[in-house]
């Protein structure tokens, strides 16, 4: 099988950006001004039930039925400082530490989530602020994107029923930036540690979620408008109540 050989660590030969002096890119993919933002709940201030870890990890498995009822402004904040969280700007304010691993700290990730129901939110596309724990107001004016993710997700049903989708992308250079050509199996690793917190996150809130990599590239990269070469969608995740 030929994509074998992108399982191994490759024979580094160039010096990375980062060897050559160059600046590092931001932690953040970086937002105008006049954006609208929406105020999470502080991770201190949060109630979630405090089901043991050992709870949540037996009882974790992949949903795919959810209730028609909303989440909570309370349980989004929570499942989104779950999975992208920063706790810390380090080594200058140059990289964060979050809830999750990933390597070099460098952390090449957006969350982009698709609402259907939550408490307080207007349906449509926002993207997670972790640096700031705020949500970006991308677009709420197209009505109802159920069918559309569910058309971008080659017909998966259930995509369409959840109250928030996650979807993740990549910035890769922040992390080519390190580790250049080094930089693939770190990106792929990286977002299966997010997708996992998911999944934990939600089994302590009583809802559900599904990892999906079974999707169309190019309609996904255009459903959240990126151009599919500095940034790349790569995995998501329908969230629901349970
Ligand atoms: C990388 C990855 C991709 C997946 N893609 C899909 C998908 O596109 N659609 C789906 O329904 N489930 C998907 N799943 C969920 C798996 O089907 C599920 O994890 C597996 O059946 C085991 O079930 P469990 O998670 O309940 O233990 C995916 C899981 C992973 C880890």
Known sequence: MAYRKYLK????????????????PPIQKPYTEDAGLIDLIPHESLKVDDISLFQAINNRESRRKYLDVELTLEEISFLLWATQGVKELARGGLVTKRTVPSGGAMHPYETYLLVKTIEGLEPGLYRYLAIEHKLLILDTNKSDLSEEI?????????????????IWATRPYRLEYRYGEDSLKDILMGVGHICQNLYLACEAIGAGTCAVVAYDQDKLDKFIGVDGENEIALYLAPVGKI
Do not use: R, S, Y
Not at 9 to 24: A, F, R, S, Y
Not at 150 to 166: E, L, M, R, S, W
């Open 150 to 166: 569910v058309d971008v997700c080659h017909g998966q049903a259930f995509i369409g029923k959840a109250a928030v989708v996650f």
């Open 9 to 24: 660590n490759p024979v580094l030969e160039d010096e990375t950006d980062q060897m050559k002096g160059l600046p590092i």
